[in-house]
């Protein structure tokens, strides 16, 4: 048995209902209020100076346990494309294609294992960055995972070189749907203007996030001792391969059917307005075609797709989980008081120590709405305006909202993407601090530089 003291582990599902709980506990004890809203053009946008006291509506106990099927039923769309979209990948594991393709990488000898990696990371950069995705690529991250682990390191580099790449990515993309696109819409600018300067942002924040990741992963490939995850039994992450997996041209053809799947999905949501329905249906067609070039019986490719449903479902579950904290939030009516009291904080302050208050306030409003979206729509009607009467431009307001928003997605235990990752990696979040802290806090100075 064991000797070693086992650290506490935080379960994704008890995080979430902490806040919950405690999401209703400040029902009760925080000043009722709220803005007026008005919707244009199918944007509902807060009036900035209409906020006025409400009565309290402070959050049963029977609301508390109806947030989780509310949170379940906003976000269904999401969560069964996320499941739709493991249940094809596993079509690739079980037909041997990404054993294949393993095999092929690390059969590459001119090739080193820390380029193989840095190659990885840059692919998952331009998907988090430049497409804006983050839930999307769950189902992949554990082919990252397996791939890290035969590579001789650890999963925390696999989770780290796909989902927090994305993420970190997703923080700073320039041309960002969700949170540049919604806020530049609330602050009538023109859509994307400013991009050169997310740009560089983005630049700088992926080479540190490359450094660090490189920096970690040569010092445990040195040592494994000095892996954070060395007392964790992670073998059952690594995906079964064997020598007589090889790309053979039915598993090549179904690696280009992954790829033609990849960019039909890109261009549907770059130019014909696609959403997760569409992108499910792509990716099924997809695994379909490479049943049929492997030669799968269609009752095993139906077991094949629920296999790998059932193993995203948790994963799946805690998008929804998450939501609950927003919906107990709206029982509540806390959102708008909270946003009222740190935007009035600001007020008296000068323009560049606003700029950074602005990034501060959106770090910490993203703990309660982790929506990208839903927090443009909250506080840039607020932030717009303050940015007017104290000389900052508007596009400044936005970066600071971008910034803050979305550094802290990497952060925020109220983020059930990031927990899903972490979950997938069998990381717990005392691990996951220890390695991410320190770049934390050089992402904040960077963030202040611009």
């Given amino acids: ?31 009722p209020g709220a803005y007026d809203r008005e919707t244009i053009d199918g ?103 397996s791939l890290t682990l035969a590579l001789g390191y650890d999963s925390l580099v696999g989770m780290a070189i796909s989902g927090f790449a994305c993420l970190i990515s997703f923080a700073v993309g320039p041309f ?16 994307f203007s400013g991009w050169q300067l997310r740009i560089c942002a983005l630049l700088v924040i992926c080479a540190l996030s490359l450094f660090w990741v490189l920096r970690y992963a ?50 549907g949501l770059l130019n014909l307005g696609w959403s997760y329905t569409e992108m499910g249906a792509v990716f099924m067609m997809g695994g379909i075609v490479v049943a049929l070039l492997n030669r799968v019986a269609p009752t ?5 797709i629920l296999k790998g449903m059932r193993g995203t479902m948790e994963g799946a579950l805690i998008i929804g989980a998450a939501r609950a904290v927003q919906v107990t939030m709206s029982y509540g009516g806390i959102i708008d008081p909270i946003v009222h009291g740190l935007s009035t904080m600001m007020q008296s302050s000068s323009q560049y120590l606003t700029s950074c208050v602005m990034f501060i306030m959106n770090f910490f409003i993203n703990m309660l709405i982790p929506s990208g979206s839903g927090q443009a729509t909250a506080v840039m009607p607020i932030m717009v305006p303050l940015a007017d009467m104290l000389g900052i431009t508007r596009q400044t307001a936005v970066l600071a909202f971008q910034f803050g928003d979305g550094i802290s997605n990497t952060f925020w235990f109220s983020n059930g993407t990031l927990l899903i990752y972490c979950a997938l990696a069998k990381l717990t979040l005392k691990k996951w601090y220890k390695f991410i802290l320190p770049l934390h806090g050089i992402f904040v100075l960077v963030e202040f530089v611009f």
């Fill in 1 to 31: 048995m064991s000797n070693k003291k086992q650290g506490i582990n935080f379960n994704p599902f008890i995080v979430m209902a902490c806040m919950v709980i405690a999401c209703a506990a400040a029902s009760y004890v925080i000043a």
């Fill in 43 to 145: 944007v509902t946008r807060v009036l900035a100076d209409s906020y006025h006291p409400v009565d309290r509506t402070p959050v049963t106990l029977f609301q508390i346990f109806k947030s989780l099927p509310e949170g379940l039923t906003a976000t269904a769309n999401m969560m069964f494309v996320v499941m739709l979209i493991g249940g094809v990948v596993q079509i690739y594991s079980d037909t041997g294609v990404m054993a294949a393709a393993i095999n092929s990488v690390l059969s590459v000898k001119k090739v080193s294992s820390e380029a193989i990696i840095s190659l990885i990371m840059i692919a998952f950069f331009v998907i988090g960055g430049i497409l804006g995705w983050s839930e999307q690529i769950i189902p992949f991250v554990p082919i990252v995972i």
């Fill in 176 to 191: 960002n749907v969700y949170t540049v696109g919604t806020s530049h819409t609330i602050a009538e600018l023109p859509m």
């Fill in 218 to 267: 040569r010092k445990i490939k040195k040592d494994p001792s000095k892996s954070l995850m060395a007392d964790v039994d992670t073998s059952d992450l690594r995906i079964p391969t064997d020598i007589s997996d090889v790309l053979n041209t039915p598993k090549t053809l179904s690696l280009v059917v992954l790829a033609i799947s990849f960019a039909v999905v890109i261009y």
């Fill in 300 to 304: 095993a490719c139906v077991n094949m």
